[in-house]
C-alpha cells in the first residue's frame, strides 16, 4: 500500500512507524518542520532546561525504516477527487490513501494587541523569542518586570507557572541584579485552574502554586495588551511580560479548504466510525472530532487504530470501529510534585510526579527506539540553556 501522511507530529509520526512494520507498505511523511515536537516538555525548555528533550529530528526517527520517506514541505490544499496534495513549494503529491495529522494552533480569540504583544511556548521560534525578550530585559537593561504574566489555566499555563519562578531567578543571579521579588500572575477565565480535571485537583493545584509564589486570578478575562500593560477585567497589569498558553484552534488548513470537509461547532473535522473524512481519506489527533482529540495519548491511539485497521484491510479481516478511550492526565506543579488522574483515581504529590516521569519514558518511547527514548528522557532534568545568548540557534539540531 501506498500510504502519504502529512504531518509530523505525534499521530503522524506514530502511525508512520506502526505502518512501516509491514514491508509492504511504503509511506510517504511530508511535515512542515524537520523536527518532531514532544509538546508536554516545552515549558521545561521554555524553562532553561534541555532542548533535547522538545525536538528530535524526524531523519533520526526514520533513519532504520527503508520504507519510510520523510519530505519537508508545507501542504496547503487538497483535492479528494484527483487524490492531489499542493504545497507552499508548490509541489503537487498524488496520493493513494492520505492520512492527515496536522495538529492545533493558537489562537487569541482576536482580543486586541495579543497576537503582537504576546509571547508563546508552542514552538522552538517561540521559546527563543521570549528567550531573546528576557535577555534583553534582564541581561541588556537591567530591569526585572513588575509583573510576569501567563495566560491560560490549563495544563500549559499550570507547568508553565510552577516553573518559571525558578527559572527567572536563575537568571537574576546569573544577570547580577539585585535582589527583588519576582512576580508571577496566572489568569485564568474559568472559576478555577486545569478545568477540565476534578475540583478538588484544581484546588490543590492551586494551594501548590501559591505556595511557590504564583498569584493565582481565576474568574478573570484578559480584554486587551500593549506593550507594558495586560488589561484583565477592567484592571491594569503592568508587564513587558505575557505569556499566552490558551485558546487552540483547528489547524486553519481545513478552513482553507472547507469544502472537502463536515465541521462541528469547535471546528475539528467530522470524522466516521473508521476516522474517513473522504475517500482514501483519514483524519486523526487534535484535527478529527473525536471525544478525546486535543491529547497526545489519544492521537497515539488514533495512529494504532488506524495502522491495524489498514492492517486488517490488507489480511482481508473485518475492520475494528473506532472506541474512544480516555486517557491518564498528569501535569507537573513544580519539582516532584503533581496530580494525576485516571477515571476515579487522583493523586497528587511525589507519587503522581513520579508517574508523570514514567509516562514521559513510555512517551518517548513510543517514538524513538528505547536506548535513544531514555537519553531524550534523562535529558529533562538537565538545566543546559540558562542564558540566551543572540547566537544560540533558532531550531536546535540534535544529534544522538
Ligand atoms: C504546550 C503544550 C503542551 C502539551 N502537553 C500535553 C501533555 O502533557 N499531554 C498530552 O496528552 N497532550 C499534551 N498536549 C497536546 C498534544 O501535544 C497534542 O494533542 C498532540 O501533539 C496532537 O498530535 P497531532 O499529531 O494531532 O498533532 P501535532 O503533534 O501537533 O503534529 C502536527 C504536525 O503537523 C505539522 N503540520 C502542521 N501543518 C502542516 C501543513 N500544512 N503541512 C505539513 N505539515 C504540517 C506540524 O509541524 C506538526 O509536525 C500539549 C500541547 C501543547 C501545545
Redesign the pocket.
Same mark, same amino acid.
Given at each position: 500500500m501506498n500510504i502519504t501522511i502529512?504531518?509530523?507530529?505525534?499521530?503522524?509520526v506514530k502511525t508512520a512507524l506502526e505502518l512501516a512494520k509491514e514491508p509492504y507498505n511504503h509511506i510517504t511523511l511530508?511535515?512542515?518542520?524537520p523536527d518532531f515536537?514532544y $509538546? *508536554?516538555a516545552? $515549558?521545561g525548555t521554555a524553562t532553561g532546561h534541555s532542548k533535547l528533550q522538545s525536538w528530535v529530528p524526524l531523519g533520526e526517527i526514520f533513519a532504520q525504516k527503508n520504507n519510510v520517506d520523510v519530505l519537508i514541505? @508545507?501542504?496547503?490544499t487538497i483535492d479528494p477527487d484527483t487524490k492531489t496534495l499542493t504545497a507552499k513549494s508548490g509541489q503537487r503529491y498524488g496520493y493513494d490513501t492520505c492520512i492527515l495529522?496536522?495538529?492545533?494552533v493558537t489562537t487569541y480569540f482576536g482580543i486586541e494587541g495579543l497576537d503582537t504583544f504576546a509571547y508563546g511556548?508552542?514552538s522552538s521560534e517561540e521559546i527563543t523569542r521570549l528567550k531573546h525578550h528576557l535577555y534583553e530585559e534582564m541581561g541588556e537593561r537591567h530591569m526585572i518586570d513588575k509583573h510576569y504574566v501567563i495566560v491560560g489555566g490549563g *495544563?500549559?499555563g499550570v507547568e508553565l507557572a510552577s516553573a518559571l519562578g525558578a527559572y527567572l531567578e536563575r537568571l537574576r543571579i546569573h544577570y547580577k541584579l539585585p535582589h527583588h521579588k519576582i512576580r508571577i500572575n496566572l489568569v485564568e477565565a474559568s472559576p478555577r485552574l486545569l478545568p477540565r480535571m476534578h475540583e478538588k485537583t484544581s484546588a490543590k493545584v492551586k494551594r501548590r502554586l501559591e505556595k511557590l509564589g504564583v498569584n493565582v486570578e481565576t474568574g478573570k478575562v484578559v480584554q486587551s495588551a500593549t506593550a507594558d500593560t495586560l488589561m484583565v477585567s477592567g484592571r491594569p497589569i503592568k508587564s513587558h511580560t505575557v505569556i499566552w498558553t490558551s485558546g487552540v484552534a483547528n489547524?486553519p488548513?481545513y478552513k482553507a479548504n472547507e469544502h472537502h470537509f463536515e465541521f462541528i461547532k469547535n471546528g475539528k473535522v467530522v470524522v466516521d466510525e473508521h476516522l474517513k473524512a473522504g475517500k482514501d481519506l483519514y483524519i486523526?489527533?487534535?484535527?478529527a472530532a473525536t471525544p478525546f482529540s486535543?491529547?497526545?495519548? @489519544?492521537?497515539l491511539h488514533d495512529a494504532l487504530f488506524l495502522a491495524d485497521n489498514f492492517k486488517r484491510h490488507h489480511d482481508r479481516q473485518s475492520l475494528k470501529k473506532y472506541k474512544a478511550v480516555m486517557?491518564p492526565v498528569v501535569v507537573p506543579v513544580g519539582e516532584n510534585w503533581a496530580v494525576f488522574e485516571w477515571r476515579k483515581l487522583r493523586l497528587s504529590g511525589w507519587v503522581a510526579s513520579m508517574i508523570r516521569r514514567a509516562a514521559d519514558v513510555v512517551g518517548y518511547s513510543d517514538i524513538l527506539p528505547f536506548g535513544y527514548a531514555f537519553d531524550v528522557w534523562r535529558s529533562q532534568r538537565i538545566l543546559e540553556d540558562e542564558y540566551f545568548t543572540p547566537t544560540a540557534p533558532a531550531t536546535p539540531s540534535v544529534k544522538k
Open positions: 502529512v504531518g509530523g507530529g505525534f499521530g503522524g511530508i511535515s512542515d518542520k515536537q $509538546y *508536554p516545552l $515549558y514541505d @508545507t501542504i496547503t495529522a496536522l495538529g492545533a511556548i508552542k *495544563p500549559t489547524n488548513f486523526i489527533g487534535d484535527n486535543g491529547l497526545a495519548q @489519544t492521537a486517557p
